[in-house]
């Protein structure tokens, strides 16, 4: 069971209930920002500051290096990251 540690926030586990980085984020009260959730707009937009995680579809948003979309992925490793 992977986990996603928040910087200056907290960790929680992804185990897998959820479809998304994004859904677990929310079930734990995260405040991430977001629109499409398809990995269309990049509106959330993370940074990834360690770990792996895997697209479950390629986003058409436009992703710089060190950042990812945690509306269409989900953890391959325990991550850290920083949302905005």
């Known amino acids: 069971m992977p986990q ?7 960790a929680i586990n992804f185990d897998g209930s959820q ?4 859904h677990s984020l929310e079930q734990q009260q995260q405040d991430v920002s977001y629109q499409c959730r398809e990995g269309y707009c990049g509106a959330c937009r993370c940074k990834l500051i360690s770990g792996h995680i895997q697209y479950l579809h390629e986003p058409l948003a436009f992703v710089r290096q060190g950042e990812f979309l945690p509306c269409c992925s989900i953890p ?7 949302i905005p």
């Open 4 to 10: 996603i540690i928040i910087t200056g926030r907290a």
């Open 19 to 22: 479809p998304t980085i994004l």
């Open 76 to 82: 391959a490793t325990d991550i850290k990251i920083e």
